[in-house]
């Protein structure tokens, strides 16, 4: 049997590829993507802009806004790209779900995210911002796991892995 998910959460560092990826994902299951940059405070942005990492308490009205978009779309479906990179901050996004969701984790080394990172113009997150999880989020049991830097391959539903969320 086939799981069917509604809810993607695309995770990686910086510069991994989340936004191309879920893009493509979001489009192959017809469902909406948000990219939690987008939802980022001012205040959050200028910081990173300046190369200045966030740190718990700049993330946590963060993450409880993301939280509720993902409740939001929970039964619609929907992808959303964000950096997750601990397992306390995933705890906050799924918290809110009734059902499964699928956790897509993006890795790559530092000189490819490092490069992606520099080509890639109009984005406020610094080059020189310190990538220091670049190889293995916390806790990051349970994901399906992609390397970055490569051309973006869409999941195939054989391939999926659940967080089960009960």
């Not at 479906?77 to 901050?89: N, T």
């Amino acid at each position: 049997m086939v799981e069917s998910y509604m809810v993607y959460i695309v995770m990686g560092v910086s510069g991994s590829g989340k936004s191309t990826f879920g893009k493509l994902l979001a489009k192959q299951k017809g469902i909406p993507f948000i990219d939690a940059d987008d939802v980022h405070p001012p205040e959050n942005i200028r910081k990173m802009g300046e190369g200045i990492p966030l740190d718990d308490r700049d993330r946590q009205p963060w993450l409880e806004r993301l939280a509720e978009i993902l409740e939001e779309h929970e039964h619609d479906g929907v992808v959303l790209a964000c950096s997750a990179l601990k397992a306390s901050y995933r705890t906050i996004l799924i918290a809110k779900l009734s059902g499964t969701c699928l956790l897509v984790y993006l890795r790559g080394t530092y000189d490819t995210i490092h490069r992606m990172i520099s080509q890639r113009s109009g984005h406020f997150f610094s080059p020189d911002m310190p990538q220091k999880p670049v190889c293995r989020p916390g806790g990051a049991g349970g994901c399906l796991h992609r390397r970055t830097g490569r051309c973006p391959s869409i999941l195939g539903d054989r391939e999926s892995c659940p967080l089960t969320l009960t």
